[in-house]
Every structure is written in C-alpha cells, then in structure tokens.
C-alpha cells in the first residue's frame, strides 16, 4: 500500500494552522497513524488510528479521515512544532509510510 | 521508565554481516509485538521487519528477505536483527520500536543504532 503525503514541505509562522494530507493507494480503514521527528531523533507518535491523539500530546493536533483520505491538522503552530511529519499504514505488511512532510519556519 | 536501547550497529563492509540488538525495560516485553525500522540518510523512513509475542509469526520488507533475520529472547527481553549479505544501500539509522497493543503503531522507538555499509 502506497502513501502519498503532500506537501512535501511547507513554510507556515507561528500561529497558523497547517493541514497535512495523506491518501492511500488502496482503502486501509482507519489504520492510520502519524508521527513527528525532529533532526537526529527518533519518530514520535503523535495520532493512532485515524484520530486518537497520544496521551499527553496537546490538543492542537488533531487527524481526521477513513478509507484513503487522511490529515494531519496542527490548530496554532508553537516553535517546537517545526519538524517533519510522516503518515504511517498498519493495516497490512509491509507497513508502509509516507515520504513525509518538511514543516519549516516562514 | 519504559525504554528501548539499539546496539551492534557500525561500519562494515558489503557482503558481511552485522547483528544488531534492543534492550528493553519498563515493561512486559513478550505482551508487545516488536518490529524493526529503518532510515537512510536524509530519507524517509522504511519499515524492515516485525516478529510476534513469541516469535512464532514473523514478516519481512522485500528489500531484506532472506538476508535479515529478525529474533527475541523474552528470558532476556531483547529483540535482534541479524543482517547478512549486507548492502551499500542497507545503510541507516536503525530502530527498533514496539506496537501498541490497541491501534497498531509504534508507540515507543529506540534512539537508533548506525549502520554503515562500505568499502
């Protein structure tokens, strides 16, 4: 199952509200989760199952979507929030993930 | 505190092998699926390998069948990854990772081990 996630990168200021899209290239439910990962760290969970926000993680970050069409919505962007952002599919092997998304400082 | 920590990664050189491990702590390791990922540099990331509870149901990425092997020893909560036949493009940070048990992802990654394929 491919993921397409577009933009590729993205340029927005502190205080905006970004969107992130993710789509299938086959129907996967809701069996989509999102992570973020800042330079020379590992992946951090962020969105399991379409929607369900980690624990902990603020409310700012929201997913939404079923079926082959996801995003990733980030309400107000904080300064720690610039990083990239990569779709990820558990519905079947190989699990696959998008080519990610650069979230950069405008 | 619940925590996975990668070992065994280096330099080698193409065609040898290297086996990588992951140590976990802070929770009931043979409760949780494991799986291995993978990140070229400056790329995107590549899932390589998972194994079950008890290592009875294993899959494999194309791109590394019949070359890794992916193993656990619950007695020592440590998961492995054995990389034979290793190529240039084998080259990565490596992460082990374990799925959650309600929704699938991965909820909790190692730091990553390097890999370095090279002449």
């Known amino acids: 199952i491919q993921l397409t996630q577009s933009p590729s990168s993205l340029s927005a200021s502190v205080g905006d509200r970004v969107t992130i899209t993710c789509r299938a290239s086959?129907?996967?439910?809701?069996?989509l989760a999102w992570y973020q990962q800042k330079p020379g760290k590992a992946p951090k969970l962020l969105i399991s199952?379409?929607?369900t926000l980690q624990s902990g993680l603020p409310s700012r970050f929201s997913g939404s979507g079923s079926g082959t069409d996801f995003t990733l919505t980030i309400s107000s962007l904080q300064p720690e929030d610039f990083a990239t952002y990569f779709c990820?599919?558990?519905?079947?092997?190989?699990?696959?993930f998008g080519q990610g998304t650069r979230l950069e400082i405008k | 505190q619940v925590q996975l920590v990668e070992s065994g990664g280096g330099v080698v050189q193409p065609g040898r092998s290297l086996r990588l491990s992951c140590a976990v702590s802070?929770?009931?390791?043979?409760?949780?699926?494991m799986q291995w990922v993978r990140q070229a540099p400056g790329k995107g990331l590549e899932w390589v390998a998972v194994?079950?509870?008890?290592?009875?149901?294993?899959y494999y990425a194309d791109s590394v069948k019949g070359r890794f092997t992916i193993s656990r020893d619950n007695s020592k909560n440590t998961l492995y990854l054995q990389m034979n036949s290793l190529r240039p493009e084998d080259t990565a940070i490596y992460y082990c990772?374990?799925?959650?048990?309600?929704?699938?992802?991965?909820?909790?990654w190692g730091q990553g081990t390097v890999v370095t394929v090279s002449s």
């Open positions: 199952v379409a929607s």
């Open positions: 990820q599919q558990v519905n079947s092997y190989p699990i696959t």
């Open positions: 086959q129907g996967i439910s809701n069996s």
């Open positions: 194994i079950s509870y008890d290592g009875s149901t294993i």
């Open positions: 990772a374990r799925r959650e048990q309600q929704g699938d992802a991965f909820d909790i």
């Open positions: 802070g929770f009931t390791f043979n409760n949780y699926i």
